[in-house]
């Protein structure tokens, strides 16, 4: 089967590929206004941009099902603060991510929706989960516009994990860390592992 995308609404192009491109990892992106509300929103368009410098991306969408009109919280916190905190979503926490996912209108604190901790960044002054076992403190260094999309690029400045999650020498026990991918319509625990030979 070929499928021409000029055939197709642009739902269905999303349906397409968020059916096509899994498991994606989920950024369960916290930040703060500048009047000081908390925003916490997960987004699964999301990856490392680059390890030299570290940057991580992930791309603010205008929605397929929105309710409420204008650009996302989380965009324009990071517009105006310029920073933002990447929680990794593990299944522990998957209900929490799934409750903070509405279209909230700007003065709800998700955090507070979520029943999830707020604790202060290191570096920057969006808060971070405490209950995520990662935390990434991002400074923003662009927001690309890709038709109507947001891609927003920010630069790893603190990175915390937690203790039972860290195997020493830079590496991350993924078995303990059992992190949650989004597929189409559903998410997928990470949980089956298996090698290949180095070619």
């Given amino acids: 089967m070929i499928i021409e995308l000029d055939d197709l609404t642009i739902r269905d192009v999303y349906k397409l590929l968020s059916g096509s491109v899994v498991p994606r990892p989920i950024a369960w992106v916290s930040t703060v206004s500048r009047d000081g509300i908390r925003n916490l929103a997960p987004f699964s368009f999301f990856t490392v941009a680059s390890w030299n410098p ?17 650009p996302k919280d989380t965009l324009v916190n990071i517009q105006e603060t310029r920073q933002f905190v990447v929680n990794v979503v593990t299944y522990p926490l998957a209900e929490q991510m799934q409750r903070s996912s509405a279209n909230f209108a700007p003065e709800v604190d998700e955090f507070e929706v979520a029943g999830v901790t707020p604790v202060a960044g290191r570096r920057v002054a969006a808060p971070r989960v405490l209950e995520a076992p990662i935390q990434m403190e991002c400074e923003l260094d662009r927001i690309v516009e890709v038709g109507a999309n947001h891609l927003v690029l920010g630069r790893l400045v603190c990175y915390h994990i937690r203790d ?23 998410y997928v625990k990470i949980d089956t592992f298996f090698e290949l030979p180095i070619a």
């Fill in 164 to 186: 039972d999650c860290y195997l020493g020498d830079c590496k991350v026990d993924i078995k303990k860390l059992q992190p949650v991918g989004r597929l189409a319509g559903n």
């Fill in 54 to 70: 570290p940057t991580l991306c992930f791309s603010i969408g205008p929605g397929v099902n929105e309710t409420r009109a204008g």
